[in-house]
């Protein structure tokens, strides 16, 4: 009893500490930088595959200064920088011609960009690692490494051979995004000249029923409304768009309806909304721009036709870096993109809106323009009011369920 008034001394102090800390609240940068270090950080779409294919110089563990030259908008270092804790790394394929020999080389070009996946990994065994569930990826947080998974961009290399579906799962794709920009084998695409199948093809039906049965996510990004409604009639797991935002606010056939969004949400599914200019909001440009592209146009539809060589793709390049230099882009900024996550929020719930950036592949706005800036996102986020809860759901949470339900009907299926 005797020691009764020097106990009370001591919480009096530690009250007033208390109060102290009380008195003055984390600012707005503080509580960014906490929460985005605690929440599993998740980019279901980067499109750094190609790049390094295209060139084989890049290297991935050195830090390239952001919108400088090549350097692109991913590397392992400002993915440390921006606390982003998982990536799919995008297998992309530009479809060229539905032949045998169109679908061979596609073929060869997607296992190399698997190969120089694996060979970044393996060449920074400290700080990265291949992540094939959602477990290995909350297992490496811990660890302190980032996560890296593979999803497939475009279905053309599977061609017309269903069994190419597993011997890319038996490699680690975890994803495959059934079309690009136009119609394949597997189905239509939205920005074809027009639709071929009427949605998915056979052999599309059979892909879709095959990646339920592996426990591979599909990716509904890309492919026409059509197909989408093939899919989400077919498919007895969750689906994802791993990079597309809403057509109410933007309309492109990219960008998905309300009516899909609730559909999506029936399903269970996810949308990780797309940082692609484009497709967040129509921006006014100079007519000085508007004239330069518009001499550009016959390149830029050879290119879009995936017609141009090597070497008349590097000069197109350069055009377009000029034109960019002299008349710069009116770009949306990070606050117009997250009007889209606002707008999903509304349509579908939190459980169903995700993040997938399509840095490497035309994605970056003012205010979100590499890897580096993530967190970036979280402190908009926080400002609109999300709680740490909700901001940990759009980061990755809702998307790791969604991948966690993939393998578990696959498991249920295969027994
Ligand atoms: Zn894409």
Redesign the pocket.
């Known amino acids: 009893m005797k020691d009764l008034p020097k106990i009370c001394i001591l919480s009096m102090s530690m009250i007033l500490v208390a109060l102290n800390g009380c008195t003055q609240p984390k600012s707005l940068s503080e509580r960014t930088s906490e929460i985005h270090d605690r929440v599993l950080t998740v980019d279901t779409?980067i499109?750094w595959p190609m790049k390094q294919f295209l060139n084989p110089d890049f290297n991935p563990s050195v830090r390239h200064a952001p919108g400088q030259g090549d350097s692109g908008q991913w590397d392992l270092i400002r993915m440390e920088e921006g606390g982003l804790d998982a990536v799919f790394m995008?297998i992309?394929t530009p479809q060229k011609k539905r032949t045998d020999q169109g679908h061979t080389k596609s073929k060869e070009v997607a296992l190399k960009q698997i190969e120089l996946t694996k060979k970044m990994v393996a060449d920074n065994p400290n700080i990265a690692a291949i992540a094939l569930t959602p477990k290995d990826a909350y297992r490496l947080e811990k660890a302190g490494k980032h996560a890296i998974f593979i999803g497939m961009?475009n279905g053309y290399p599977i061609a017309k051979d269903i069994r190419n579906v597993k011997l890319f799962f038996d490699l680690g794709v975890r994803y495959i995004?059934l079309t690009?920009s136009k119609n394949n084998e597997l189905g239509d695409s939205s920005t074809d000249k027009q639709p071929e199948w009427g949605g998915l093809s056979p052999l599309g039906e059979e892909v879709v029923e095959e990646m339920n049965r592996l426990g591979m996510i599909v990716d509904i990004?890309?492919v026409h409304d059509e197909t989408f409604w093939d899919v989400i009639k077919l498919t007895k797991a969750p689906v994802i768009a791993s990079?597309s935002s809403a057509r109410t606010l933007r309309d492109v056939p990219r960008n998905i309806s309300d009516e899909m969004l609730k559909a999506i949400k029936q399903n269970g599914g996810v949308v990780q909304v797309c940082l692609l200019d484009d497709f967040i909001k129509e921006m006014k440009q100079t007519p000085e721009r508007e004239a330069a592209l518009e001499e550009l146009k016959e390149e830029t539809s050879a290119w879009l036709r995936g017609e141009l060589s090597k070497v008349e793709l590097e000069k197109f390049k350069e055009k377009y870096r000029q034109i960019d230099e002299k008349y710069p882009k009116n770009r949306p900024t990070l606050a117009d993109a997250i009007d889209h996550i606002d707008h999903l929020v509304q349509v579908m719930g939190i459980e169903h809106v995700g993040i997938g950036s399509?840095f490497d592949?035309?994605g970056g706005l003012v205010g979100i323009d590499d890897v580096s800036e993530m967190p970036n996102i979280t402190r908009e986020l926080l400002t609109r009011g999300y709680t740490e809860d909700e901001i940990r759901q759009l980061w990755g949470g809702n998307l790791m369920r969604v991948f966690n339900e993939v393998i578990q009907v696959a498991a249920e299926l295969q027994n």
């Open positions: 779409h499109d995008s992309f961009e995004t690009h990004s890309h990079h399509d592949g035309g």
